[in-house]
């Protein structure tokens, strides 16, 4: 017989992974010297790789999702309106001295628009 005639069958070596588990794509982050240490360091301390360290934290860890909304357009229009009439009325107070209709002024705007404002900076503020 042949030498070549009887080598041929089953291939050697270990049988090939299964496609669906080989990690054959890359995902690449850029992180500063600091960020690398701490990312090996809590690897070491859990015990993997900081491969296996990044991908558990990553795919299992919790992430917060902000979503905001974008200001209604009317909504921006009406601030822009009224900006425009405080500042024509603080021309007037500072050109005429009126510091007590400046002073009564001030008083509404920590009172009444002040908290308007807040609450839409936390609606629409990213």
Known sequence: MDKQATNKGLPGGRP?????TLRDHWLK???????LHRVEQLARDAGQTPSEFFRD??????????????PDPDLINQLQRIGNNLNQIARICNTTGNDRRARFIELHIEEDLRPILTLLLKQYAP
Request: aromatic share 4%; proline share 0%.
């Open 29 to 35: 982050t850029r992180v500063t010297m600091d960020e």
């Open 16 to 20: 090939r992974k299964d496609t669906r």
């Open 57 to 70: 934290a990553v795919l299992n860890g919790q992430i917060l999702i902000k979503r905001y909304r974008a």
